[in-house]
């Protein structure tokens, strides 16, 4: 019985967090739906005021893909994109989540601060790979530290 009550939460927490994350990186790249779809620009101004809350979008930082700009900067798009991969992951793996740890997630956070700080310093000039792929370390195992609490809170508060 227990088995089952562990596959269900796990399916439904996934799928929640799957779809808010879906949702939230769609409106990161909303500029590409506007290419398909171009009564949408309508809503750019709005959502790109929205998501200068969480990054401060500048313009030589943002992820460039075939012309058009995503609406945050490279770091913050593989923040992003690492928690996506990370609940996508979570589908093919359910057990990941169980092998993230606090001394994990305090490399991943280091290894984020010495690229900023060292780009601050002018110890060595801005790298869009090294953000880009720093990004998607600390958002990936943000996620999972993150949906490792959510489900033990989760399985221990509905038995």
Not at 43 to 59: A, G
Not at 62 to 75: K, T
Not at 110 to 128: A, E, K, S
Request: proline content about 2%.
């Amino acid at each position: 019985m227990y088995i089952t009550l562990f596959k269900r939460h796990f399916n439904k927490l996934n799928i929640i967090l799957f779809i808010c994350l879906s949702m939230w990186i769609g409106l990161i790249f909303f500029e590409y739906f506007i290419k398909y779809i171009p009564n949408l620009a309508l809503l750019l101004p709005f959502i790109k005021k929205s998501l200068s809350l969480v990054c401060h979008q500048h313009e030589h930082k943002l992820l460039h893909i075939f012309g058009i700009n995503s609406l945050v900067c490279i770091r913050c798009s593989g923040l992003y994109l690492g928690a996506w991969f990370g609940s996508l992951i979570l589908f093919v793996i359910p057990v990941l989540y169980t092998k993230v740890n606090k001394k994990l997630f305090f490399i991943a956070l280091i290894l984020m601060m010495m690229d900023v700080f060292f780009i601050t310093v002018n110890l060595y000039n801005y790298n869009i790979y090294l953000s880009f792929f720093s990004g998607i370390f600390l958002g990936l195992v943000c996620f999972l530290y993150l949906y490792k609490a959510l489900f033990e809170y989760y399985t221990t508060n509905t038995k």
